[in-house]
């Protein structure tokens, strides 16, 4: 019954799920998810009031709103990360005075676009360029983050058979 027992153990212990990375390997592009996160936990601590401006198609709407869960709030950046497993090596990377830009091809990978502009080593903005498109839906976002003062989200969309949709969501903090 041994015998069995350390077989089917050793059998299972073979077919477990393969380790992540470990938190000290370095990502292989910018970590944006790492990034995001650090921002999520600091916006938190500091609570600041954001001016919030939702914008369907030509109708606005503004409030100023507290964030309780910034985790929530930046998830659209954060589900952007580049360092995806499946997505690796599928972006090309570009050095500018301004800061650095990865670009994908890929039909595979909806991010197309990620520019991180940066000032003495400072992140001072992040734009991420997203297309998903089927044989009945097309999307196009554009997602902007300036580190204390504001986040862009645009999106257009198209849907066979229905007009076209344009929302954009900013805040200001």
């Known amino acids: 019954m041994r015998k069995y027992l350390l077989v089917f153990t050793a059998l299972l212990t073979a077919c477990a799920a393969p380790e992540k990375e470990s938190p000290g390997t370095k990502p292989a592009y910018f970590d944006l998810k790492g990034y995001f996160n ?70 595979k990978v909806p991010v197309k676009a990620v520019q991180v502009l940066k000032a003495n080593g400072v992140v001072k903005g992040i734009i991420i360029t997203i297309h998903n498109s089927n044989y009945l839906y097309s999307s196009s976002d554009t997602l902007s983050y300036y580190p204390d003062s504001l986040y862009k989200i645009r999106k257009r969309q198209e849907i066979k058979l229905m007009s076209p949709k344009r929302y954009e969501i900013t805040g200001r903090f």
Not at 42 to 54: E, F, G, I
Not at 85 to 94: D, L, N, R, Y
């Open 38 to 107: 650090k921002e999520a936990a600091t916006l938190k601590a500091k609570q600041p009031l954001v001016n919030k401006r939702v914008l369907v198609d030509d109708k606005a709407e503004e409030k100023q709103v507290k964030v309780s869960d910034w985790q929530k709030e930046l998830s659209v950046f954060i589900d952007a990360d580049i360092n995806k497993a499946a997505w690796a090596g599928e972006f090309s990377s570009k050095n500018t005075p301004s800061g650095i830009t990865y670009t994908s091809n890929s039909d």
